[in-house]
């Protein structure tokens, strides 16, 4: 699992850690019961404080991405695939939304903004 940090980002650095493992997660790259880096080896890895770690951690079992076992470390849970699906598809409701918001501002017509996903569409089942 590589995770990114930047330092030029606006969203606190625990933030970018929770969405990468999300992303990860919900793409299946992270499939369920996969072990995570240690928090300890994790902060060491990124260079960053422990309590940062510690805090996305915390974040990703509460929201049931992960599930922490004492002694043993922390794994992707095994899942409400359902629900990861849900939070997914929230994440795409809001680009969609900023992308409509962009569209207008930009005089873009509906039916062109349609064209354009379709052709999004197209080209990404491709690949």
Do not use: C, W
Not at 59 to 69: R, S
Not at 90 to 98: A, H, K, M, P, Y
């Amino acid at each position: 699992m590589e995770i990114i940090i930047s330092n030029s980002s606006a969203s606190p650095i625990y933030e970018q850690i929770v969405q990468q493992v999300k992303d990860a997660i919900l793409s299946g790259q992270l499939v369920e019961g996969t072990l995570l880096p240690s928090i300890r080896a994790l902060a060491n890895d990124l260079r960053i404080s422990v309590i940062t770690i510690k805090r996305a951690y915390a974040e990703l079992e509460e929201a049931g991405f992960v599930t922490t076992v004492q002694g043993r470390g922390t794994f992707v849970a095994s899942g409400n695939l359902e629900f990861m699906r849900e939070e997914r598809m929230r994440q795409v409701e809001r680009s969609l939304e900023r992308a409509v918001v962009d569209a207008r501002s930009a005089g873009i017509a509906p039916a062109e903004l349609h064209e354009m996903l379709d052709l999004l569409m197209e080209s990404g089942a491709e690949q």
